[in-house]
């Protein structure tokens, strides 16, 4: 099932986290990942994908069966305070033109929400860094995928949650569940990798990939008092956007989408965009995306790099794209946010 190839790439990166007792800083240099490890595992036609990778469905009734652990085995220290508010994007130091893109990868209960292996490809092919932000549930119903991204060195995972739950709507258990039944999710997968890599004769480079998931995005970008204070305890930072890149996407053409980043986007920017099956553009808005951010002198870099590159900005309560304009998903969205549409 698995190919050995003789390449090799590291990528390195830091993490700023505060402890717990309040302290200084601490710096936490790892990489994201391997080109070795990514090409002992799999062949480039397995890494390419199928038309397959693109199928969505709705499921006779919705999942909410747990992984097979529920409490993550890595814990993190807590996050500092500058970063307990929602990060919208970081001013870089010098204005340097740095961005992150970003991707998520969310699957309410009662879906299969597919893989958009063309963006994939399309990053890989370009040498181009992204972050994703893989739901539990997606994680586990798209095993090979997830961790073909988590070995890949361009690209970093982060959490969002285990079927996209509303966490304005929930409270502290719901929200702890969602979040820690996607850090399991994660480390079950990093096994499992690991083993393979084990006997692959390549055991090391599992070293290079992330052992927990350490950043996470808000379903719906939906939060209340709480939220911050909870997610905060648990180490990890919410990564929220500053360009919601897939605005209107029914309504715009794709040429239009382009144009909509471009007068959007600045240096530090977050762009939110999708890497299931769900949108419909965004495999066609970002091959002509990227060239042109690349010829304005856009350099792209993962969540985490950028967070080392300057102070972050922060809001409150998230949002879409203004203050307010994701309020109507409470009442969409059955379940807390975990079902589909409210018919």
Same mark, same amino acid.
């Given at each position: ?9 590291? /990528? ?5 986290? @505060? ?14 990942? #391997?080109?070795?490890? /990514? =090409? ?16 969505? &469905?709705?499921?006779?009734?919705? +999942?909410? #069966? ?11 220290? $807590?996050?500092?305070? !500058? ?25 309410? &209960? ?19 860094? !992204? ?14 995928? !997830? ?11 982060? *959490? =969002? ?61 939906? *939060?209340?008092? +709480? ?14 956007? #500053? ?17 909509? *980043?471009?007068?959007?986007? $600045? ?7 999708? !890497? ?6 965004? =495999?066609?808005?970002?091959? $002509? @995306? ?26 409150? +309560? ?7 304009? *994701? ?17």
């Amino acid at each position: 099932m698995f190919a050995f190839r003789s390449t090799f790439f590291i /990528l390195v990166f830091s993490l700023f986290f @505060l402890g717990a007792n309040g302290g200084k800083n601490a710096i936490a240099s790892d990489s994201f990942g #391997s080109q070795t490890l /990514l =090409h002992a595992l799999w062949f480039d036609e397995q890494l390419a994908g199928s038309d397959s990778d693109l199928a969505r &469905a709705t499921l006779p009734e919705p +999942d909410f #069966s747990p992984p097979l652990r529920t409490q993550p085995l890595h814990f993190l220290p $807590q996050v500092q305070p !500058a970063r307990q508010q929602i990060i919208t994007r970081v001013a870089p130091d010098g204005d340097r033109k740095v961005m992150a893109l970003t991707f998520d990868l969310c699957e309410r &209960a009662p879906h299969l929400a597919g893989y958009q292996k063309d963006i994939i490809n399309y990053l890989r092919s370009q040498g181009v860094k !992204a972050t994703f932000f893989a739901g539990g549930k997606w994680m586990r119903t798209h095993p090979e995928k !997830a961790m073909q991204l988590m070995a890949d060195p361009l690209f970093e995972v982060g *959490n =969002h949650a285990w079927t996209h739950g509303n966490f304005a709507l929930m409270d502290e258990t719901e929200v702890r569940k969602q979040v820690d039944w996607t850090q399991a999710q994660y480390e079950l997968l990093y096994e499992e990798m690991q083993a393979w890599a084990e006997k692959r004769g390549v055991g090391r480079e599992m070293g290079k990939v992330p052992p927990s998931l350490r950043l996470v995005r808000l379903p719906y970008g939906r *939060n209340n008092e +709480d939220t911050g204070d909870i997610l905060a305890s648990m180490g990890l930072p919410m990564i929220q956007w #500053s360009v919601e890149g897939e605005r209107d996407e029914l309504e715009r053409t794709v040429d239009q989408l382009v144009q909509w *980043n471009l007068d959007k986007v $600045q240096p530090g920017a977050i762009i939110l965009m999708h !890497a299931n099956a769900v949108p419909q553009k965004t =495999h066609l808005l970002v091959p $002509q @995306l990227v060239p042109q951010l690349k010829a304005r002198g856009y350099e792209f870099v993962t969540v985490s790099e950028l967070l080392a590159m300057g102070p972050v900005v922060t809001v409150i +309560d998230g949002y879409f794209d203004q203050p307010g304009d *994701n309020l109507y998903v409470d009442d969409l969205f059955g379940g807390k946010g975990t079902l589909g549409p409210i018919k």
